[in-house]
């Protein structure tokens, strides 16, 4: 399968089957958000993966008291570690590195028939107190991960010409 027919395929999986994920599976999600590029490859990162039940359920109302995180297998959670250096744009570096690393790990995940949900509803310092994440580390994302309970409709997009210009803002 191609990158393209991968992003095309992902979907927002809110719903999960109680199947855990393989060992490999989860891996190769890992290994992918460690591979992604990271600004003058500081790579201020740590993923953590919540598989314990009670630790999803701690989790979820954390999570804005979304109960699906509590009901997936899995979790992700994206934290950017230490100082938010900016970037030359104005950017902070981590959490632009943290979210490309998270983006890489849901394409792979979709690639192995897994269900992720990019969730961004989340208190940061809660979901640190639940995982015992340092003062000084940001959470970035959560996404749960697992098989999904049935196929989510693909969601409308604008089309190319609503979001590409050439040559400068048009």
Request: glycine letters at 8%; charged letters at 25%.
């Amino acid at each position: 399968m191609s990158v393209l027919d991968v992003i095309k395929k992902r979907r927002s999986v809110r719903k999960f089957l109680p199947k855990p994920v393989e060992d490999d599976k989860l891996m190769r999600v890992l290994e992918a958000g460690r591979l992604a590029p990271a600004a003058n490859n500081a790579q201020q990162w740590k993923f953590i993966v919540v598989r314990d039940k009670g630790l999803l359920e701690k989790l979820a109302p954390a999570c804005g008291g979304q109960s699906f995180v509590a009901e997936a297998p899995a979790a992700l959670v994206v934290c950017a570690i230490g100082d938010e250096r900016m970037m030359y744009c104005g950017q902070p570096a981590a959490t632009v590195d943290c979210s490309i690393a998270l983006s890489f790990m849901i394409l792979e995940a979709a690639e192995l028939g897994l269900g992720t949900c990019w969730l961004g509803y989340f208190n940061n310092d809660k979901v640190k107190r639940v995982l015992n994440i340092p003062a000084e580390n940001n959470v970035v994302a959560v996404s749960p991960l697992g098989y999904a309970d049935g196929e989510p409709p693909a969601r409308p997009r604008k089309g190319i010409d609503e979001v590409v210009t050439y040559d400068g803002w048009k």
